[in-house]
């Protein structure tokens, strides 16, 4: 272990112990985890009817992923969609049916997408 890490550590264990409230035994209440947690990658399913819904028209959405995953949108509706970021930044083109496309996001972020031929799906990735 080098000396920075012998350093922190130590000063990380004697900051827990200073900052202990020997008059409070009961355990503090956990910290809520945030939502939607990462995932190393998933894929989302363009659902069935989703020309007619909005924020359930890709599922899940948002959806979360870790920094540098691949997220792939698959089309499982019966006509022709697209996942198109609303900055710009990608663009799958029209998918039929069946069809699959994949995007890397390799920096964190909120990026906010939509289909082209329907405006009003919509999704949201969120890259932690």
């Known amino acids: 272990m080098s000396m920075f890490r012998l350093a922190l550590t130590a000063a990380l ?3 827990s112990l200073g900052c202990s409230d020997s008059s409070n035994d009961s355990p503090s209440a956990p910290s809520p985890s945030p939502s939607p947690s990462p995932t190393p990658g998933q894929p989302v399913s363009i ?4 020309s007619t819904l909005t924020t359930n028209a ?3 959405n948002p959806i979360a992923v870790a920094t540098g995953s691949t997220v792939t949108w698959t089309n499982n509706d019966t006509t022709a969609h697209t996942s198109t970021a609303t900055d710009g930044s990608w663009n799958s083109g029209t998918m039929a049916p ?3 496309f994949s995007r890397a996001f390799p920096a ?3 990026f906010p997408y939509h289909c082209t031929l329907h405006p009003g799906m919509v999704g949201t990735v ?3």
């Open 98 to 100: 069946g069809a699959s």
């Open 108 to 110: 964190p972020g909120t």
């Open 126 to 128: 969120v890259v932690q």
């Open 47 to 50: 659902v069935r009817g989703s």
């Open 13 to 15: 264990l004697a900051l």
């Open 58 to 60: 890709y599922a899940p």
